[in-house]
């Protein structure tokens, strides 16, 4: 859902943003669909999630990423363990939401609803992470 929201938001942008949008897990199952709840909360907003399947985060990406996102202050902990070269790229999503918590909720298993908070999360997120991105990150793209 994260990956989905972020490369909805980057399809307003009128040049193409200088970075490319992943989504890889860290327990998940490769090749694995999106849960039907995320693909109907997506769907609510107008996001196609059918097509998804899931991916195992590899060193690879971590040496290429100029950012990673992390859910969840744990999923954060993990990676560093896993990855140890990941050169302070790692950062939470909700890092730059406006207020709130910086944790994600994780809907997994449970009913739409919680699917649909989690969007809500996510997307709320999204601006702060741009701005992030745009003047941090990639400064001379501006934005």
């Known amino acids: 859902m994260a990956a989905g929201l972020l ?3 980057l399809d307003g942008e ?3 943003p200088p970075f490319r949008v992943d989504s890889a897990g860290i327990a998940s199952q490769p090749g694995t669909k999106a849960s039907e709840n995320s693909i109907i909360a ?3 907003v107008g ?3 059918s097509k998804h399947k899931s ?3 590899t060193p690879e990406q971590i040496t290429q990423s100029a950012a990673v996102f992390c859910m969840t202050s744990a999923h954060l902990r993990m990676i560093e363990a896993l990855f140890p070269t990941h050169n302070g790229q790692l950062r939470l999503f909700r890092e730059y939401a406006s207020s709130g918590s910086k944790e994600v909720p994780d809907p997994f298993g449970g009913d739409l609803d919680e699917y649909v908070k989690c969007r809500d999360s996510l997307l709320d997120a999204i601006p702060g992470m741009l701005r992030f991105l745009y003047q941090e990150v990639f400064p ?3 934005g």
């Open 14 to 16: 009128d040049n193409k």
């Open 55 to 57: 991916s195992q985060l």
């Open 42 to 44: 997506m769907k609510k």
């Open 47 to 49: 996001i196609d999630l």
């Open 140 to 142: 001379q793209r501006g």
């Open 7 to 9: 490369r909805h938001a």
